[in-house]
């Protein structure tokens, strides 16, 4: 088992930066894929980016790519999501995820999430 607690959410204005951060605990490995997704009312969750556990092979939603970076703290089980050009739109909830196996955007394949945490971006 997995468990995943995002933290780093809040409000700020657009043009600035959040990072967001997901504490891993478990029986997490290298071969584990790990994304981050968002979320808002009425919609399905949104792929932003995702890796292996190992910090290997990154990949980003083309809508993202460039704002975001996906990372982690090889020290400790943390993961990150630093964001930066915040824009409006990017007001959501924000969820890790976590699977066994290879890297998908598809978040009907992730067996582990996290709570959420809550960004807005005001104008």
């Known amino acids: 088992q997995v468990q995943l607690v995002e933290s780093g959410g809040g409000l700020v204005q657009a043009g600035g930066s959040l990072r967001l951060s997901c504490a891993a605990s478990?029986?997490?490995?290298?071969?584990?894929?790990v994304a981050w997704f968002r979320q808002t009312p009425g919609k399905e969750r949104e792929f932003l980016a995702n890796?292996?556990?190992?910090?290997?092979?990154?990949a980003y939603a083309d809508s993202v790519k460039g704002r975001v970076t996906i990372s982690r703290d090889g020290t400790k089980n943390l993961m990150y999501l630093q964001m930066n050009r915040l824009k409006p739109e990017d007001t959501a909830v924000y969820y890790c995820?976590?699977?066994?196996?290879?890297?998908?955007?598809?978040?009907?394949?992730?067996?582990?999430w996290g709570q959420g945490t809550q960004v807005t971006v005001s104008p």
């Open positions: 995820a976590g699977r066994a196996g290879t890297r998908t955007s598809n978040p009907n394949s992730y067996q582990y």
């Open positions: 478990g029986s997490i490995f290298g071969f584990y894929a």
């Open positions: 890796m292996m556990w190992s910090g290997s092979s990154p």
